[in-house]
């Protein structure tokens, strides 16, 4: 009888454990945010350590070739079927036409493992080499740690969709899709950061700058004759210029001629 005198003495401290957690665990459900919360902090601590793993580098490639060809036709032709040759494009391709020389400036991606072979294509076509600048960026780190975000926020956007569809009341509702609003436009943004990182690993650009010259920069003929037509332009551009004034130049002629007719006069007596 002694041992069951402490029998209740023992089941109120279990009663009251076992209402703690419950009363836990109720709050929880009670509050979404506060759990979410501690969720996506433990989502963004889930990003891996480069540095303890072997990891595929990504390497954006870029470059810069300028130099002179005895064809620019021939070169121009040259680039497109090297291009072709490799799945490349051209994406920019201005042509300057100057006094002296035509020079054509081409942006051209190709992928990544062909850009060392066009390279060593284009500079083959090169009469005179001016300038090459390479350059090659790793950006292996920050490629996986936008690969981190947008997993952990995609998780934390699917736990904010099943919270949703458990809410009950109006301002439960609003909230969560406030939260999933902003998650998604982050998500978007950092999205379109990792496809613009994908693409400049996967395609290399190369600037080719290349000219060739149209006429001998010496001479006295050619300058001679620069100088003829330039000097019979200008006269053309002062004839244009006087016919836009033509009334100050009548009366100032005029002003002119009368005050020779009046010295004449004074002369004369």
Known sequence: MKKLRHIPF????????FLSCSSESNFKK????ANISGEAEQLEEKAPDISKAPL??????????????????KTGELITNVLKKYGGYVSKDNVYDYAERIEHTLEVRVPSEYFDSLLEQVSKSAENLDSKNISARDVTEEYVDIGSRIRSKMELEARYTELLSRATTIEEILNIEREIGVLREEIESIQGRLRYLNDRVSFSTLIITFYEETRSGIGFLPKFSDAVTGGWNNLLWLLIGLTHIWPFVVILGGGVLFAIGMDRKRRNK
């Open 10 to 17: 023992l089941i109120f401290p279990i009663i009251f454990m």
């Open 30 to 33: 009670m509050s979404p945010q």
């Open 56 to 73: 595929d580098r990504k390497i954006i490639r870029e470059g810069e070739i300028r130099f002179e060809t005895n064809d620019a036709s």
